[in-house]
């Protein structure tokens, strides 16, 4: 092979693409480009030449995660009424909570929650919040990546952020001015983030899918989360699914979140609109909301990715956990043993998360991708059996998860070096999310 420009190489003991077939690669380099982007993956012994540094690191090199349903700013609420169901969690306490957040309140739980991601290999996250400019801020300035989705919605508090129509609006015109993706390697992506049915009249959804379909934009809401959330709709549509067929709301880049309380019928909408979901297991659960139709989604051919919900009703940001409990229940409610193996799961955490965005580019090591890496150590005593590819990602999934990350690259940028963000101090960005949660206290 001829050389190749590449900024830089890093070569593993281990390097998992998270291709289609879960290949394990041993002793290889993954070469990325001045760009920032991926310009080859392969066997060292295969790999061309290049006059670029390389980073020899001792574990295993995987793409970073993708939490395709989050809204990190509510890192400054953790623990705060986890011990309520989804509705009057909300409405007792986190709406008027909510009420009480200023733009930089915003951005330190922003900024909190990214770090606390970045240590877990999480290197792209699907937010859908408000004030949604001090988020870009927060991504910005440590470096990770977002596909934003700035929330619409009508609930007690939120009459301070505009009206339903100025909050669509808005990002109407934000996605006009500065495009759909902007920022060094296009950490930013904008979309619509209509909250839910129950939280907006039926115009909103139908104008704003509009929209979303007329720029490419990604239309990101809640769907049948919990029982009687959405008795209104149901009494009118049948479901909150058969809603949106019914007024031409599909159609284009739309993810379901949670997609809990879904029938037969329910889940045949979502496939032949091409509608992704992402479950979140973990929030779930703890809300009592249900056990998501995993396996059926699956059979469907429905895109699946892992979302960790809020952090103020999981309780954390571990998008590992996610993959253990997404197996685990699918596991339990099938009592079947194979319902969604180590690999199945990781592929939701990795390259399946990046298609439920409708992103090629992310979740993947493969020539062109973003290079969002992510090293693991493999000197853990949770591998038992590194040589071994099948217990290697087993042992990844079950048993290391968080805590084998070491270090993480976004756009070919090291952000996390040794378990410790290279861009903000850590200790000042605790103690800013601190602050704003003794404040929506006081």
């Not at 007792?92 to 309140?105: H, I, M, N």
């Amino acid at each position: 092979m001829g050389a190749v420009s590449t900024a830089r190489r890093l070569h593993a003991p281990v390097v998992l693409p998270c291709d289609e077939d879960m290949t394990v690669l041993r002793d290889a380099v993954v070469d990325v480009d001045d760009d920032g982007r991926i310009a080859h993956v392969g066997p060292a012994d295969a790999a061309p030449a290049t006059d670029a540094p390389v980073t020899q690191l001792a574990g295993l090199v995987m793409p970073g995660l993708v939490n395709a349903h989050a809204h990190t700013p509510l890192t400054v609420l953790r623990g705060l009424g986890g011990d309520l169901p989804l509705m009057r969690w909300l409405l007792e306490v986190v709406w008027p909570a909510e009420a009480r957040l200023g733009g930089a309140d915003v951005r330190a739980g922003m900024l909190a929650g990214s770090a606390e991601m970045l240590r877990g290999g999480v290197t792209t996250s699907a937010e859908m919040y408000f004030q949604s400019e001090h988020v870009v801020e927060a991504v910005l300035e440590i470096g990770s990546r977002v596909v934003l989705t700035p929330g619409i919605i009508t609930a007690p508090g939120m009459e301070r952020l505009g009206t339903w129509q100025q909050m669509r609006d808005a990002i109407t015109r934000w996605i006009d001015a500065d495009g759909l993706r902007f920022g060094p390697g296009e950490r930013i992506e904008l979309g619509y983030g209509p909250h839910a049915a129950y939280t907006l009249p039926t115009e909103a959804i139908v104008t704003t899918a509009a929209l979303a379909r007329e720029r490419g934009a990604l239309m990101h809401l809640h769907v049948a989360e919990a029982p009687g959330e959405d008795d209104a709709v149901r009494a009118e549509f049948g479901s909150v699914p058969a809603m949106l067929e019914a007024t031409g709301s599909l159609g284009g880049r739309v993810l379901a979140a949670h997609a809990i309380q879904l029938s037969d019928d329910d889940i045949a909408i979502l496939a032949r609109h091409d509608v992704a979901v992402a479950h979140c297991p973990g929030s779930n659960a703890k809300l009592a909301a249900g056990v998501a139709r995993l396996t059926d989604l699956r059979a469907a051919g429905i895109r699946l990715g892992l979302g960790t919900d809020s952090p103020a009703s999981n309780d954390d940001l571990d998008l590992w956990e996610e993959q253990r409990l997404a197996s685990l229940f699918a596991r339990q409610r099938g009592a079947d043993a194979t319902a969604l193996t180590a690999s199945g799961a990781l592929a939701l955490a990795t390259r399946e998360g990046a298609r439920a965005l409708g992103r090629d580019d992310l979740g993947v090591l493969a020539p062109g991708a973003w290079a969002d890496l992510v090293h693991v150590a493999l000197d853990d005593a949770s591998f038992v059996d590194p040589d071994d590819d099948v217990q290697l990602i087993s042992n990844l999934v079950w048993a290391a998860g968080s805590r084998g990350v070491r270090d993480v690259w976004v756009a070919g940028e090291q952000v996390l070096g040794d378990g410790v963000p290279t861009r903000v101090d850590p200790g000042e960005v605790l103690a800013g999310a601190r602050r704003v949660a003794a404040k929506v206290k006081a």
